[in-house]
Nanobody, 119 residues
Framework: QVQLVESGGGLVQPGGSLRLSCAASRSIFSIDAMGWYRQAPGKEREVVAAITNTGVTNYGEDVKGRSTISRDSAKNSIILQMNRLKPEDTAVYYC?????????????WGQGIQVTVSS
């Protein structure tokens, strides 16, 4: 089991930057993979960025090149830095964790945090 708590959302102007944090209730190195997803009104949830416990990263096409996911092991957290934000980045952002327990994958989600990109 792992609990996830997101922070850092809010209102940002187009072209601005945002830093989202997700704190886990256990060591992030005991979690197979963590990441960020987002869901805009009327749209399906989509991956933003993910990082494995070995440091391999992956990004969604819409944010590639202007986003960075990283780890803060001292705080058992992952960080998502997003730059050059666009109105279409507006969504609820969810932190996720994937753990393989006895050979079976188990997923966990944070409660979500609103990001609004608007002038």
């Amino acid at each position: 089991q792992v609990q996830l708590v997101e922070s850092g959302g809010g209102l940002v102007q187009p072209g601005g930057s945002l830093r989202l944090s997700c704190a886990a209730s256990r060591s992030i190195f005991s979690i197979d993979a963590m990441g960020w997803y987002r869901q805009a009104p009327g749209k399906e949830r989509e991956v933003v960025a993910a990082i494995t416990n070995t440091g391999v990263t992956n990004y969604g096409e819409d944010v590639k090149g202007r986003s960075t996911i990283s780890r803060d092991s001292a705080k058992n957290s992952i960080i998502l830095q997003m730059n050059r934000l666009k109105p279409e980045d507006t969504a609820v952002y969810y932190c996720s964790a994937l753990m393989v327990v006895a050979g079976s994958p188990e997923g966990f989600w944070g409660q979500g945090i609103q990001v609004t990109v608007s002038s």
